[in-house]
T-cell receptor, first 112, second 114 residues
Framework: SQKIEQNSEALNIQEGKTATLTCNYTNYSPAYLQWYRQDPGRGPVFLLLIRENEKEKRKERLKVTFDTTLKQSLFHITASQPADSATYLCALSDTGRRALTFGSGTRLQVQP | DTGVSQDPRHKITKRGQNVTFRCDPISEHNRLYWYRQTLGQGPEFLTYFQNEAQLEKSRLLSDRFSAERPKGSFSTLEIQRTEQGDSAMYLC????????????FGPGTRLLVL
């Protein structure tokens, strides 16, 4: 069966450190993978998209990697700040589909 | 604020009642999506429109659910004979055909069925 797995346990880190979140998937052949941020009671906000032929993508303090052999994406936030505290969702589209399938998200808590 | 608006933001209803939610996408976006999200889970796809045509529906979308996008602009999602299991956040998203992969989400409508 198809699965997208993110660490369900909250990740607690100290301000200034790098946060690394993992997204693993099985039985998908995605052309791209996306990461979204979601704050409590609000809709997800798009952060980054990485295509299957890209190994790495960066945007300011954010970095995403995509390994289609391992079927895994890693999402990094460098120099983390308390304002980065939120739930981070990975999402992908199966071949030929428009709808996104989301993981259950990982909650990040950055301690000052 | 992504520019996608949803109304109402909160709805409390009794089991068996019908409810209708509205979504106004970003004006130039021709694709519109509905998702449902329960606590601790990621959003689950319900249905998707390109302009006024409903092109895909999830198996999650039972006969009690219906969605429309009559003029290719705003959309409505109606749930008939609500059940307690329908309690969730209902999210709307829109995207531009040319940059179809990125979806912009609204704030959601939180439904509580008593």
């Amino acid at each position: 069966s198809q699965k997208i797995e993110q660490n369900s346990e909250a990740l607690n880190i100290q301000e200034g450190k790098t946060a690394t979140l993992t997204c693993n998937y099985t039985n998908y052949s995605p052309a791209y993978l996306q990461w979204y941020r979601q704050d409590p009671g609000r809709g997800p906000v798009f952060l980054l998209l990485i295509r299957e032929n890209e190994k790495e993508k960066r945007k300011e303090r954010l970095k995403v990697t995509f390994d289609t052999t391992l079927k895994q994406s890693l999402f990094h936030i460098t120099a983390s700040q308390p304002a980065d505290s939120a739930t981070y969702l990975c999402a992908l589209s199966d071949t030929g589909r428009r709808a996104l399938t989301f993981g259950s998200g990982t909650r990040l808590q950055v301690q000052p | 604020d992504t520019g996608v608006s949803q109304d109402p933001r909160h709805k409390i209803t009794k089991r068996g009642q019908n409810v209708t939610f509205r979504c106004d996408p970003i004006s130039e976006h021709n694709r519109l999506y509905w998702y449902r999200q329960t606590l601790g889970q990621g959003p689950e796809f319900l249905t998707y429109f390109q302009n006024e045509a409903q092109l895909e529906k999830s198996r999650l979308l039972s006969d009690r659910f219906s969605a429309e996008r009559p003029k290719g602009s705003f959309s409505t999602l109606e749930i008939q004979r609500t059940e307690q299991g329908d309690s969730a956040m209902y999210l709307c998203a829109s995207s531009l055909k040319q940059t179809q992969e990125t979806q912009y989400f609204g704030p959601g409508t939180r439904l509580l069925v008593l």
